[in-house]
């Protein structure tokens, strides 16, 4: 079945420090894989997507991920977190075989300090 | 902003009510899907309908139902509502049931309280 799990529930980094958020997924075919960032009360908005070619991606706010087959990851990467990147991330995988759908991670809330 | 517009933003019901969520699709978007985002875990995938009919289900029970109208609209309706029901609800469009092809854009979704 797929999967997709995103080991740290919480990270806690300083502003204008690196980050990365880790993502593993379980898929039989070719994996579609994004990320998403949710602020409190808020909807969830598109950082970037993989669906093939170069492995690493680049998205807004300056995340990039890069994908890793033999891992099975797609861990998201930033050089210098600013303090209005404190959100929720999600790490998803969409399912080709029937409905194309999401299946989400549980998500990783990150905290920035000032 | 995704164009995609979801109401009330709150709503808290009583254990065995009915409640109906809505949600307003980008123009153009013949797909909508909806998802349940409980407390500490990611969306799960509910239904998603294409041109007016259920165009594929998750593991959630029949009293778990929706609507798509024409006019870019639809809703969700759960009846008997439990306790664990509790979440906020997602609705996200897309110009075709094939996401992979096209972005899905997420509304600001409803949250529901069950007492």
């Known amino acids: 079945a797929q999967s997709v799990t995103q080991p740290d529930i919480h990270i806690t980094v300083s502003e204008g420090a690196s980050l990365e958020l880790r993502c593993n997924y379980s898929?039989?075919?070719?994996?579609?894989l994004f990320w998403y960032v949710q602020s409190p009360g808020q909807g969830l908005q598109l950082l970037l997507k993989?669906?093939?070619?170069?492995?690493l991606v680049q998205g807004i706010k300056g995340f990039e991920a890069e994908f890793k087959r033999s891992q099975s990851s797609f861990n998201l990467r930033k050089p210098s977190v600013h303090w209005s990147d404190a959100a929720e991330y999600f790490c998803?995988?969409?399912?080709?075989?029937?409905?194309?759908?999401?299946?989400f991670g549980t998500g990783t809330r990150l905290k920035v300090l000032a | 902003e995704t164009g995609v517009t979801q109401s009330p933003t709150h709503l808290i019901k009583t254990r065995g009510q009915q409640v109906t969520l809505r949600c307003s699709s980008q123009?153009?978007?013949?797909?909508v899907s909806w998802y349940q985002q409980a407390l500490g875990q990611g969306p799960q995938f509910i239904f998603q309908y294409y041109r007016e009919e259920e165009n594929g289900r998750g593991n959630f029970p029949p009293r778990f139902s929706g609507l798509q109208f024409p006019n870019y609209s639809s809703e969700l309706n759960v009846n008997a509502l439990e306790l664990d029901d509790s979440a906020l609800y997602l609705c996200a469009s897309s110009l075709s049931p094939e996401v992979v092809d096209t972005e899905a854009f997420f509304g600001q979704g409803t949250r529901l309280t069950v007492v």
């Open positions: 993989y669906f093939s070619g170069d492995t």
């Open positions: 123009s153009g978007h013949n797909t």
């Open positions: 998803a995988v969409v399912t080709t075989s029937g409905t194309y759908k999401y299946i």
């Open positions: 898929y039989g075919a070719t994996p579609y």
